[in-house]
């Protein structure tokens, strides 16, 4: 697939008119003292890593519909992962589930990311579902089972990946469990707590130097009564009691409804234990639909409180690392990430032209109105030309969808990779 060419003939025909915009758009921030080339910079600038699971369909708990022409190996995800880096410009960076993506041969998965342009991002472990040929079953928990044989084997799990991170040269490894309770009574809050406290300081004992170990929490699901973390401050608790390099990772679905999220990401930014997201929405009990599809405005009102730590330095914390992770259940996956990924620099754009200083004053003096009004302001306004030029510059496409359904990128993989055979039910 000739993308350069594709990408170029496709942008030449979009120019003019997005050179006017980007004009007309230039001299309305400028009477608002907002240097759009700054912006532009800042939007080339910005990243977040999209996950190998993703470039595959997902499903519910009913059904899974594949399509033509899905990835069947971590080199045709990486394949996938590298389409949407082509169009976009801002995801460069891939995590990895393992053992969905274990690799034979780490040094030979490296080569192949790096002569795409591609990294790994962070490794992901997997104890939330049995492993073909495990000695041991996850049915009642992982990290913090009842019984030690079965902690340590999930612990093991979790050094591989470690392992694997040191290797493939992944910033980050994230650690997710479901595990919990359905029923009162089935599980003691307490003990629970503190051998998932045990389990996490055994897996940090294996920490890779210049590695950080990322704890996400999720207030229901698989375990519908109770889970074992369930909200940021049992995760900011852990993530203390951890260790300095141990950080609590927020996913925009994890949330019972009406939680004030935007809170949540300050107060996390705020005690330095903010190590990164996943980026997502959801409307009920769904956790992974495209970001931005459902709730806009809240991901600009958390992107308002990232930009507001970022001018801050993150309070002397690492910086924060992004990711999506989405379950494409009737869209083409790679179509879902790019916009997805788009989505999030214009809610990091607009959250770059919010009037700081007013906005201040106006909390100072319990304005609530004029508050309110600085934030729709920046949030109403068209960054479109914004994030179209940025993509230009960096060698994307200014609409990387069209370009991409132009490809036929997606047919060229069915013909050549077949239908996934798949079918039945689950997330992933």
Known sequence: MDWPDLIASSNASLLPVLEEDYGHLSRQLARRGVDIEGLAERAMAFRVAVPSWGVGTGGTRFARFPIGGEPRTIFERIDDCEVISRLVRVTPGVSIHIPWDRPEHPAQLRAYLESRGLFVDSINSNTFQDEAGQALSYKFGSLSHTEAAV???????????????????????????????????????????????????????????????????????????????????????????????????????????????????????????????????????????????????????????????????????????????????????????????????????????????????????????????????????DVEPILAMARHRAGGAVDPVSVYRASAYRRHCAATRGMATRPGAGIV
Request: proline share 3%; aromatic share 10%.
């Open 151 to 381: 902690r340590r084997q999930a612990v093991e799990h979790n050094l591989e990946c470690l392992a694997l991170a040191d290797a493939l040269g992944a910033a980050a490894h994230s650690v997710w469990i479901g595990d919990g309770g359905n029923f009162p009574g089935q599980v003691h809050f307490r003990r629970a707590l503190d051998r998932y406290l045990d389990s996490l300081r055994a897996i940090y004992a294996g920490l890779p130097a210049g590695c950080r170990l990322f704890i996400e929490h999720k207030v229901y699901e698989p375990a519908l009564y109770s889970t074992v973390l369930n909200d940021w401050g049992t995760s900011y608790y852990c993530a203390r009691e951890t260790g300095e390099r141990c950080f609590s990772l927020v996913d925009l679905g994890h949330h019972a409804p009406n939680v004030n999220i935007e809170m949540i990401v300050a107060r996390l930014a705020q005690l330095g234990k903010l190590g990164g997201f996943h980026f997502n929405d959801s409307k009920y009990g769904d956790d992974d639909l495209d970001a931005g599809s459902i709730k806009p405005f809240q991901l600009f009102l958390i992107f308002n409180e990232l930009v507001d730590a970022e001018r801050d330095h993150w309070g002397g914390a690492p910086v924060p690392a992004y990711m999506l992770d989405q379950s494409h259940n009737v869209t083409d996956p790679i179509e879902s990430l790019c916009t997805s990924a788009m989505e999030l620099v214009r809610a990091y754009v607009h959250a770059l032209i919010v009037d700081r200083a007013a906005l201040e004053a106006a909390q100072d003096a319990n304005d609530a109105v004029a508050a309110l009004q600085l934030l729709k302001r920046a949030f109403t306004t």
